[in-house]
């Protein structure tokens, strides 16, 4: 019998890494979908199938992999939002996150094809700016960053600042907002 080898450092990290494009997936394509807007109260997955014209079958292994995620909670063979998915996957509400998470997945996503290709052979650059030019692009990116600050970012923010030990003789702060070194 062969001995098992030693383990140095939890495999923990590697494989919840390797879990995290299925979680994100998942997430993006509820949110492309709405789905998340029809899950404020419980509802059976075929019924949901029928108000949306998916497929019933398809629809129950999605939401249970949303449960997997911990997006949807599943009682009794009905699904309903997470308290974190009702907060803030809802359209329409004031923390809506699913404007920048479409924007940001379309604007960062890759391939791990892709991105092994660049490293190999460079950057492709393209002509295509992914309509940042256009003025509803801007409209659109600044209505999604006023909900993520709504969301809690804007008051963890406020209260870094407010921790600091000169902010009591504070008198002016200049916002270098989008500043890279």
């Known amino acids: 019998m062969k001995n098992l080898p030693e ?3 939890p495999l923990t990290r590697i494989y919840e890494m390797s879990l995290a494009s299925v979680q994100t997936n998942a997430m993006v394509a509820g949110v492309e979908l709405a789905v998340f807007d029809r899950l404020g109260k419980p509802v059976r997955a075929e019924e949901l199938a029928e108000t949306c014209g998916f497929d019933a079958g398809t629809t129950a292994e999605y939401l249970n992999v ?3 995620c911990g997006l949807v909670i599943k009682k009794d063979g009905c699904y309903r939002n997470s308290p974190e998915a009702e907060q803030y996957l809802v359209t329409g509400r004031p923390t809506y996150y699913g404007d920048l998470i479409l924007l940001e997945y379309e604007r960062l996503a890759m391939s791990p094809k892709t991105i092994a290709e660049r490293v190999k052979n ?5 002509k295509d700016d992914g309509n940042m030019s256009s003025e509803e ?3 659109q990116y600044a209505r999604s960053m006023a909900n993520w600050e709504r969301a809690g970012t804007a008051q963890m923010l ?6 600091l030990p000169e902010f009591s003789s504070m008198r002016k702060m200049l916002d270098l907002g989008g500043v890279r070194a």
Do not use: E, K, M, Y
Not at 158 to 163: L, N, P
């Open 7 to 9: 383990i140095q450092v």
């Open 66 to 68: 949303l449960t997997a």
């Open 122 to 126: 460079g950057p492709v650059f393209q």
């Open 137 to 139: 692009f801007w409209i």
């Open 158 to 163: 406020a209260d870094t600042i407010a921790s």
